[in-house]
């Protein structure tokens, strides 16, 4: 059986998550016998830290680990911080207010028969504003049309991955950015599977700050925006260039032009050709610098405990030797009495 390890986002659920990982010992105790329990703590403001420290103690859960970040982040940025620390063969992410975890086996199942990535997707959604889903939908959209992938639908937040996927992903410069994509277009065995499960709870979502990481996904994850500005401005410079050829024609052809039409024609269309050129070069040389860049990590872990209680070292056949006492060296003295 493999080695499974299930990753929590949570924040502010100080109230429910003794419970939480009480249903996922249930689920995942059937399933495998060797797993761990990964909490990432997204800067919860309640006592979600000491009831934690509680719960890895020695009567709490075992092969429980928590990460509790100093600041607030993006879910796909907290998700990766429980992915690249996780040691399972397969590692499922498992939002509980939104995400069922009943539905895990199905999942591992595929996994197990072959699937490098498999994606669940809930058919029952949280309620948000008007204008939070008509933003999710412009911006799934406009990803759809760039990268060739609907997000919400091709790679939703309940996924569990092969330790594989998580090795490829690793290789790139933003591992937490590009974790929400690239599963879905990296070339892996993928599977889909819908469940319908009534959300818990519906966690507040700012809209500025899902536009704020919408575009910031936009322009990591794809070249097609940046690559839209350089073939705009190549096609103001190509139009710029014809247009001044226009008016050279237009001064050799015709003999009732306006004094200084042409000159000033030739002015303006020769000035925006090289702004077009200067921006075409620098779209370039951008697109360039972002290819080589690496950002420093967008979290940082403040705090961390593990379970007193780690069940795949209690089976691991250790065996303690006593030391062997050394006895000192018989001198001649000793020797001749």
């Known amino acids: 059986m493999p080695f499974l390890s299930v990753v929590f986002i949570v924040r502010n659920q100080s109230d429910t998550i003794e419970s939480i990982l009480s249903d996922a010992t249930t689920v995942i105790s059937n399933l495998v016998s060797d797993y761990e329990l990964i909490i990432v703590d997204n800067a919860s403001e309640d006592n979600s830290i000491s009831v934690m420290k509680r719960l890895t103690g020695e009567s709490g ?27 399972g063969d397969f590692v499922a992410v498992i939002d509980p207010l939104i995400d069922d975890i009943i539905f895990l086996p199905e999942l591992l199942d595929q996994a197990v028969r072959g699937s490098d990535v498999v994606f669940a997707n809930n058919e029952q959604k949280p309620a948000r504003s008007l204008a939070y889903r008509a933003a999710f939908a412009l911006f799934n959209g406009l990803y759809s049309w760039f990268n060739g992938v609907h997000l919400a639908k091709e790679a939703p937040q309940y996924r569990i991955l092969s330790k594989r996927v998580i090795n490829f992903i690793l290789q790139h410069p933003q591992p937490s950015m590009t974790y929400r994509h ?37 322009v990591s994850t794809t070249r097609a925006p940046m690559r839209l500005v350089t073939s705009l401005s190549l096609f103001g410079a190509v139009a710029n260039l014809i247009y001044s050829v ?66 795949r070292r209690e089976k691991l056949n250790i065996e303690e030797v006593a030391p062997t006492k050394i006895m000192p060296p018989i001198s001649p003295t000793d020797q001749a009495s």
């Open 61 to 87: 859960f075992a092969n429980l680990q928590v990460y509790a970040l100093t600041k607030e982040v993006d879910t796909d940025t907290a998700s990766w911080v429980g992915l690249e620390n996780a040691l």
């Open 182 to 218: 690239l599963p879905a277009t990296g070339g892996f065995a993928r599977s889909y599977l819908n469940y319908s499960s009534k959300p818990k709870a519906s966690q507040q979502k700012r809209l500025g700050e899902s536009i704020d990481r919408g575009m910031r996904l936009l």
């Open 246 to 311: 226009y008016v050279v024609a237009i001064g050799l052809l015709k003999a009732d032009v306006a004094p200084g039409w042409i000159s000033f024609s030739l002015q303006q269309s020769g000035m925006f050709f090289l702004i077009s050129l200067v921006l075409l070069v620098l779209g370039e040389y951008i697109l360039n610098m972002a290819s080589l860049s690496n950002e420093g990590p967008l979290y940082h872990v403040g705090q961390e405990f593990t379970s007193a209680r780690m069940t």
